[in-house]
Structure formats: structure tokens, C-alpha cells
């Protein structure tokens, strides 16, 4: 009974995505509900380094970058084909992307998170970013601070803007903050 409790509230939880870049935007407006990482899973690179390896099977999902899709997979394999030893030093942008895919959305656990991510962005800064609150199970973390790679999304409420967002969740966030969760 507790392990069904947990499923139910991984799919309570909010979570909020800032769609910070042209990027994030025309993947999640065309239906494309994945994350990338931009970069080779690091276990991928001492893999091949160690083996030499173009076999898939050799390249597990799950690792700490992860866990990678099997589109990521297959792509990191025709990549390594395509450059050989020089493996990832000398993917192209539109490679890293597509070997860097992780099995959900990256998304924050507060409102004040996925700002602050979205802060840096020239995007951002031009008032081009948008914002959506998602709900999902947890599946891994993410290399930035406070993010979790979510599954099984289910979009609750926007594309909002930055003050839409505050306006709907700010409260909320103050009381997951006063809260430990984890």
C-alpha cells in the first residue's frame, strides 16, 4: 500500500519547466517532451575509451547522466561511427543534442527555480520566456542544482508568463520551501 501511495504522490507534486530558449520552445510547442543534456553521457565516453565498443547493448540507459533514451543510444553509436577515436570532441551541436536526450523533462520543484535557471538566458532577458507546470514521477536528477528529470508528464497549466506563473504559484512555493519533501 505505501509503494502505490508513493506512485500517487510523485503524480501530486508540481514541478515547473522554464521553456527558456527558441530551443525549449519549438521542442515542447512541436510536441517533443524530451531534455537534453547537450553533452555525452560520461560513463558512454569511458565506455567506448575502454572498449572501443559500437555495440549498444554495451551502453547502459541508466547511468549517473541519466538515464538516457534509446534514441540517445543509437545516435551516440552512429556518432562514434561517423568520428571514431575522437569521440565526443568532435560531435556537432545537433549530435549532442540527440545523445545528450534523457527520459523525461528536466523541471524544477519551485517556481523561484526555474527562473532563476531561466535568468541567464539572453531569451529570457528579451521577455520571450515561458513557463509550465507539470506533474510526473521522478526519474533521475539533473546536473543543475534543484532539478529532477520527470516521466509520465502531464502538462497542468500553462505556456504562462514569468508574472502569470508567480501570480498562480508563488504561494505554493512558499509553502514547499517551509516543507521537506525529499
Known sequence: MVAAWAVT??????????LAT?????HFDGGKRYSSHHATPGAWIQIFTDTGSANEEDYPL?????????????????????????????FTLEELEAVGQVQGLFAFRTPQDAIEYSNENVYTRSGK??????????????????????????????????????????????????????
Open 22 to 26: 527558441p530551443g525549449h520552445d519549438n
Open 9 to 18: 504522490q510523485d503524480f501530486m507534486q508540481k514541478y515547473f519547466r522554464s
Open 62 to 90: 541508466d547511468h549517473p547522466d541519466g538515464p538516457s533514451t534509446s534514441e540517445a543510444r543509437r545516435a551516440f553509436i552512429n556518432a562514434i561511427s561517423d568520428h571514431g577515436d575522437r569521440a565526443d570532441a568532435s
Open 129 to 182: 520566456d515561458r513557463y509550465v507546470v507539470l506533474t510526473g514521477k521522478v526519474v533521475g536528477t539533473a546536473v543543475e542544482d534543484r532539478s529532477v528529470v520527470i516521466a509520465d508528464h502531464r502538462l497542468v497549466d500553462g505556456p504562462m508568463s514569468r508574472a502569470d506563473l508567480l501570480a498562480s504559484y508563488s504561494e505554493e512555493a512558499e509553502s514547499e520551501s517551509s516543507s521537506s519533501y525529499e
